[in-house]
């Protein structure tokens, strides 16, 4: 019995001890039991490669402005602070100016690139519509000098922080050329109150880069969906399933017996495309079921006279079939390779007629179907 009674005993401390080496070896040195979840990349933005910082706003140096350059470590957009003055009761002027003394090469140029920061203007209804902002690469104003006027962006304001964004395309340049955008060393921004009795107007400016324009917005001439306003060779027909965009698209068929299709949109209230004969480009969809079928001739066309071959830019059909294929394909015109009627082709600010026609090989053939969608203006 006591042989049975050891032998109990030590069963138990073996298993005792087995049991604590199970405990530490699998002890985790993460003692809050969970692990970060993993980043999610796929909704934060990758960094603008063509970004340029000017100046953070964040020191005084090389900063002017009317009295003490006054830095101000609260409410700022970018970094640890911005550069802040105020309009008092009595005056009516203010004036930012930074001098770098390093020139800032922006690689960027006169038509892709952007100058942006941001301003600070506490009551926008005490702004006189005077003023400018101004880049050189002088070192000084009025000297190979790119500048914007103030006065229309003062309808776009809000009360406290503005986000500017200014197209080197659309800049005031000096007789010299403007701005050499390699070697930028002088900002200045001055404006106005309308008198000088006013409130106190607080103003202030941050964070300056340079970039490359964003695309602007496409501008839409049609999106298919409806048949109003559409001709075509027989009734307009209107497809609710396999679109490109919205809720259906504009659909026919060249039947056996048959070689021609057109398709036709005017519209009562013309378009302004937003963009000029070098940066515009006209694009839309276009179905076709068998691009064997298609015979090398036709016209893709947009028009300010409200019919065709009148104050018209069009382009050939021909030189596209080779590049489409059987279904859907993406058409992508750019404005400065149309063909343009002798008088002057069409105005881009007021579009109001489009009309795309081809044919097929012969009227004996297994029924075509053609369709378009999503006509739109986009830039270059």
């Known amino acids: 019995m006591k042989f049975i009674k050891t032998t109990m005993v030590c069963s138990i401390l073996i298993i005792g001890l087995i049991a604590g080496c199970k405990k530490e070896k699998f002890t985790s040195r993460d003692t809050s039991?969970?692990?970060?979840?993993?980043?999610?990349?796929?909704?934060?933005?990758?960094?603008?490669?063509?970004?340029?910082?000017?100046?953070?706003?964040?020191?005084?140096?090389?900063?002017?402005?009317?009295?003490?350059?006054?830095?101000t470590t609260s409410g700022q957009k970018e970094g640890t602070g911005y550069i802040k003055n105020t309009i008092a009761n009595g005056s009516d002027f203010m004036q930012f100016i930074k001098d770098l003394p390093t020139p800032l090469d922006t690689k960027l140029n006169g038509t892709n690139g952007q100058f942006k920061f941001w301003w600070y203007v506490s009551d926008v209804s005490l702004l006189k519509a005077d003023g400018s902002i101004e880049i050189t690469s002088s070192g000084k104003s009025d000297d190979h000098e790119s500048a914007w006027d103030v006065a229309p962006l003062i309808p776009t304001l809000k009360n406290g922080w503005n986000e500017i964004s200014l197209n080197f395309s659309k800049a005031i340049k000096t007789g010299d050329g403007g701005a050499d955008y390699s070697a930028i060393n002088h900002f200045r921004i001055f404006f106005f109150t309308k008198t000088k009795d006013h409130a106190d107007l607080v103003t202030g400016v941050d964070d300056f880069v340079f970039r490359a324009a964003p695309a602007p917005p496409p501008v839409v001439f049609d999106a298919c969906d409806s048949k109003d306003g559409w001709q075509t060779v027989g009734?307009?027909?209107?497809?609710?399933?396999?679109?490109?965009?919205?809720?259906?698209?504009?659909?026919?068929?060249?039947?056996?017996?048959?070689?021609?299709?057109?398709?036709?949109?005017?519209?009562?209230?013309?378009?302004?495309?937003?963009?000029?004969?070098?940066?515009g480009r006209f694009k839309f969809w276009w179905y076709v079921s068998d691009v064997s079928l298609l015979k090398n001739d036709g016209s893709i066309e947009i028009t300010s006279s409200g019919k065709s071959d009148d104050h018209e830019s069009a382009w050939d059909v021909g030189p596209l079939i080779p590049t489409l294929k059987n279904g859907w394909n993406e058409i992508t015109l750019d404005f400065d390779k149309s063909i343009k009627t002798g008088d002057g082709g069409a105005d881009y600010t007021a579009i109001n007629h489009f009309r795309i026609f081809f044919f097929t090989t012969g009227k004996a053939h297994a029924d075509l179907t053609t369709g378009i969608d999503d006509l739109r203006f986009i830039s270059k």
């Open 33 to 71: 039991g969970l692990k970060p979840p993993p980043v999610d990349t796929t909704t934060t933005p990758p960094p603008d490669p063509t970004l340029l910082v000017f100046d953070n706003a964040d020191k005084k140096d090389g900063w002017q402005t009317v009295g003490d350059v006054n830095i």
């Open 235 to 279: 009734d307009p027909n209107i497809a609710t399933s396999g679109q490109k965009e919205g809720t259906g698209y504009l659909k026919n068929t060249i039947t056996n017996g048959n070689d021609f299709m057109q398709f036709i949109k005017d519209v009562t209230v013309p378009v302004n495309t937003s963009f000029t004969e070098a940066t």
